[in-house]
């Protein structure tokens, strides 16, 4: 059963097509990922999917109900989480989670089964105001505002940027147990190692989904040989002259090294000679999530 399905939805901003004819469906009771940089169209789709913003063409359902005729429903049993930190900043913790209990008639006591795990890292706080709250506790309130009313669907728009590590993971951690409680979820993030926490992931890129598929099938779409090279004359030096041959499809830096795709068996045999000749380090590697999406990109 469809928690969330789209048909050929397209939305402009003037010159700049957020979304381009894109189709889609998240089933009830996953975690539904986004991976994109900036700008791929991300914050669009969510704002659509929330009745933010009308389509230009195509529709949508959340829950079995159209998101421009039904958006009345829609935000009843749909907690959503902004990018930005949008919560009042001069109201305390504990203010914050009332009045959202509140604007959706229920009270705090009445779902802290579901909020209790994110709301025992916050209660020595709840006196503080908001906006004196670390980057991860902001989130974690944010979080706990957007489940107050046991939403059947949670989306959340880039929830963990700005967050330190630690407090990204016990994000994933909070998430995961939302899911055993029945809650549908569906999240965006420029961190493609967040993309193996999800059950399915959607690649998107100015506007297209490029691959909707299961974490572990990502990487068949990437069928090209790839190597790890490295020298002392640094990766983006070593980039610039690997991307002159045409054995090279694709080179592309990967912190200090520099990730290199070739088509061919005659490719490889040629890189390799140009590699042993100018004392490059290299080994053939597995390609990753990064790999397969600048891999689709091309």
Known sequence: MLAVEGLNISKSFKEIKALDNISFSVSRG??????????????????????????????????????????????????????????????SVEENLNFYATVFGTRLDKNYDLIKDIYFQLEPFKKRLAGKLSGGMKQKLALSCALIHRPDLL??????????????????DLLKHIR????????????????????????????????????SEIYKAFNKTLYEV???????????????????RNAWMFGQKVHLSVDSEEGESLFQSYADENNLSYARIRAGIEDTFIELMK
């Open 30 to 91: 996953e975690i539904f990922g986004i991976i994109g940089p900036d700008g791929a169209g991300k914050t669009s789709l969510f704002r659509i999917l929330v009745s933010l913003l009308v389509p230009d063409q195509g529709s949508a359902t959340v829950l079995g109900y159209d998101v421009v005729k039904d958006f009345r429903e829609i935000r009843k049993k749909v907690g959503y989480m902004a990018g930005r930190f949008s919560l009042y900043k001069d109201l």
């Open 155 to 172: 989306i959340l728009d880039e929830p963990t940027t700005g967050v330190d590590a630690v407090s990204r993971k016990e994000f994933w």
């Open 180 to 215: 055993e409680e029945g809650i549908t979820v569906m999240v965006s993030t420029p961190y493609m190692d967040e993309a193996r926490l999800c059950d399915r992931v959607g690649l998107m890129q100015k506007g297209l989904f490029m691959s909707i598929s299961k974490p």
């Open 230 to 248: 490295s020298h002392s004359m640094g990766s983006y030096q070593l980039a610039l002259n690997l991307r002159r041959f045409p054995w090279c």
